[in-house]
T-cell receptor
Framework: KNEVEQSPQNLTAQEGEFITINCSYS?????LHWLQQHPGGGIVSLFM???GKKKHGRLIATINIQEKHSSLHITASHPRDSAVYIC??????????????FGQGTILTVHP | NAGVTQTPKFRVLKTGQSMTLLCAQD?????MYWYRQDPGMGLRLIHY???????AKGEVPDGYNVSRLKKQNFLLGLESAAPSQTSVYFCASSRHGLAGGGYEQYFGPGTRLTVT
């Protein structure tokens, strides 16, 4: 079983819909990252959070440390949101070099 | 600032050939990383560096070597390429990773390598 599991693997939505992508992990973590990978391949960091909730524009990320679960929400989705969304966790313990374990990604397609 | 850059963007190698991928960052970051991304799998760490002159193995280091002679550059070498090394390679950098949450990583645009 992967240490980081994302669901769904593929998600199709109509423009304007509210979208939720889930990430569950099985290890102790000190932080969780949400990344966005555009069709051209570039990867951008969206959020880094260790508790609670963060918001940036139409994007909201939440984390529940006790349940080992995080969600990424997109409000009023738009075709330009079409991308792969990747969850990554930083393990507690060990060295402090910022090593991340990545989920397989969720492919989001938003149709006009 | 250019952020993190990678060269080349694309490369095709024959089995047994060697090559070096160059990663450069202009953010004065201490930490640099090389990842590979394969279909159906998450990004996997190949090697990383916590500062100039230091390198360490990640999850999948076999068949690769790295060097960090200058703080801004992190080189990934393939001494004898194999078809299993066909992948997309990403370089990333971050500020020093304190115990705890660490800092966000900034990624380069990727290098698509095909080994035939």
């Amino acid at each position: 079983k992967n240490e980081v599991e994302q669901s769904p693997q593929n998600l199709t939505a109509q423009e304007g819909e509210f979208i939720t992508i889930n990430c569950s992990y099985s290890v102790g973590i000190s932080a969780l990252h949400w990344l966005q990978q555009h069709p051209g391949g570039g990867i951008v960091s969206l959020f880094m959070l260790s508790s609670g909730k963060k918001k940036h524009g139409r994007l909201i990320a939440t984390i529940n440390i006790q349940e080992k679960h995080s969600s990424l929400h997109i409000t009023a989705s738009h075709p330009r949101d079409s991308a792969v969304y990747i969850c990554a966790v930083k393990h507690t313990g060990g060295t402090s070099y910022g090593k991340l374990t990545f989920g397989q990604g969720t492919i989001l397609t938003v149709h006009p | 600032n250019a952020g993190v850059t990678q060269t080349p963007k694309f490369r095709v190698l024959k089995t047994g050939q060697s090559m070096t991928l160059l990663c450069a960052q202009d953010m004065n970051h201490e930490y640099m990383y090389w990842y590979r991304q394969d279909p159906g799998m998450g990004l996997r760490l190949i090697h990383y560096s916590v500062g100039e002159g230091t390198t360490a193995k990640g999850e999948v280091p076999d068949g690769y070597n790295v060097s960090r002679l200058k703080k801004q550059n992190f080189l990934l070498g393939l001494e004898s390429a194999a078809p299993s090394q066909t992948s997309v390679y990403f370089c990333a950098s971050s500020r020093h990773g304190l115990a705890g949450g660490g800092y966000e990583q900034y990624f380069g645009p990727g290098t698509r390598l095909t080994v035939t």
